[in-house]
C-alpha cells in the first residue's frame, strides 16, 4: 500500500486548517514535484530498488534495438554481458500475430517445448523474450510459438542460455571495431561491432522515469506507514506555502524540507547502520593497525 495524494493533502490540511483555494490540477502539480524528489533520493540512495533490465539478443547482420519508452538517461543506464548459464533463455521471434504476455505459458507448437514468459522486448513485429523453467528438447528455428493469452509468432534461431553478469560492456562509438555499445540520436541502442548472428545476450540495465500522477486517487511512492506520512507533510507544507507565496516562511520551509529529504533517505538505505562496540582491551599504533598492547 501506498499513500495517495488525496491523503497526503488531507494531511497537509490538517497542518494548515484551510487549503481549499488549492485546486485538483494545482495539487497534482505539487504532487508529482514532490514525487519526483523523494523518487531521485531514492535511486540515489538504493540504486538497485529501481532498476530493470531489457533483455537484447542480437539478430543476424542487425546492430540497432529501440531503448524501452521508460528509459530517461544515458547516465542512468549501461548494458552488461551474460554468461553462458542455466537461469534463463533468451528467444527471438519475428512475424509476430499477437504480443506476448509477462507470465503466460509459452508453448512450440512442432517441438512442445513449454517456457514460463518472464519479459517481452517487443519492436513490433519482432522480439525477444526472457524465459524460465523450460520442459522439452527446446524450441525450433521458425516453428510457431503461442503463449496461453494472444502471444503468437515464429521463432527467429533458436534459445540461448544466460545468466546475469555484472561485468559492464564499454561506450564505444560509430564504426567502432570494439565489443560495446553507444547511442544514437534517436536513442536506439547501436552495438558494435554489427552482430553477425543471433548468439549474443545482453542486459541493458536502467533506472526508469517515474510514471505522472494525474489523479488524487494515484499513489506516490511512498509506502503506507507512519514515518513517511510525516515526511510527505513536511514536504507539501512547503511546497504550498510556495505556491502560496508566504516569504515569511521561505527560510524555515528550507530547512524543513532539507531535513526532510534527509531523513528520508536515512529511511530508504539499503542497509542499516550498524556501530561497532568497541575493544577496550587492544591498541593500536596510529600509523598503521598493527596491534601493540592485547590485555
Not at 41 to 55: A, K, P, Q, Y
Not at 131 to 146: A, C, K, P, R, Y
Request: net charge negative; glycine share 8%.
Amino acid at each position: 500500500m501506498a499513500i495517495t495524494v488525496a491523503q497526503g493533502f488531507t494531511s497537509l490540511e490538517n497542518v494548515k486548517k484551510d487549503i481549499s483555494d488549492m485546486t485538483d490540477p494545482q495539487r497534482i502539480e505539487i504532487a508529482n514535484f514532490v514525487n519526483n524528489l523523494f523518487y531521485e533520493v531514492w535511486v540515489t540512495t538504493d540504486t538497485n530498488r529501481w532498476l530493470e533490465n531489457l533483455i537484447v539478443k542480437t539478430f543476424a547482420d542487425q546492430d540497432t534495438y529501440s531503448v524501452p519508452s521508460t528509459w530517461r538517461d544515458l547516465q542512468s543506464s549501461g548494458m552488461y554481458s551474460t554468461n553462458g548459464g542455466s537461469t534463463y533463455q533468451a528467444l527471438n521471434y519475428d512475424n509476430e500475430v499477437g504480443g506476448f504476455t509477462v507470465g503466460s505459458t509459452l508453448t512450440g507448437t512442432v517441438s512442445g517445448t513449454t517456457a514460463t514468459i518472464v519479459s517481452v522486448v517487443d519492436y513490433g513485429a519482432y522480439g525477444t523474450l526472457q524465459l524460465s523453467n523450460v520442459s522439452g528438447d527446446g524450441f525450433e528455428d521458425n516453428e510457431q510459438i503461442t503463449d496461453a493469452a494472444t502471444g503468437d509468432a515464429l521463432c527467429s534461431g533458436v534459445a540461448k542460455n544466460f545468466d546475469y553478469l555484472d561485468k559492464e560492456i564499454p561506450e564505444t562509438g560509430f564504426g567502432s571495431s570494439k565489443q560495446g555499445y553507444w547511442l544514437n540520436d534517436d536513442n536506439d541502442i547501436v552495438i558494435t561491432p554489427t552482430p553477425k548472428n543471433d548468439e549474443k545476450v545482453f542486459v541493458f540495465r536502467y533506472i526508469p522515469q517515474l510514471t505522472n500522477l494525474t489523479s488524487t486517487g494515484d499513489p506516490f511512492i511512498l509506502p503506507d506507514d507512519i514515518r513517511f506520512k510525516e515526511l510527505l507533510r513536511n514536504a507539501l507544507l512547503v511546497a504550498y506555502d510556495v505556491w502560496d507565496e508566504d516569504v515569511g516562511m521561505e527560510g524555515v520551509d528550507d530547512q524543513r524540507f532539507s531535513r526532510t529529504l534527509q531523513n528520508f533517505a536515512k529511511l530508504v538505505r539499503r542497509t542499516p547502520r550498524v556501530m561497532r562496540n568497541p575493544s577496550h582491551g587492544s591498541f593500536y599504533t596510529k600509523s598503521s593497525s598493527t596491534k601493540i598492547i592485547n590485555n
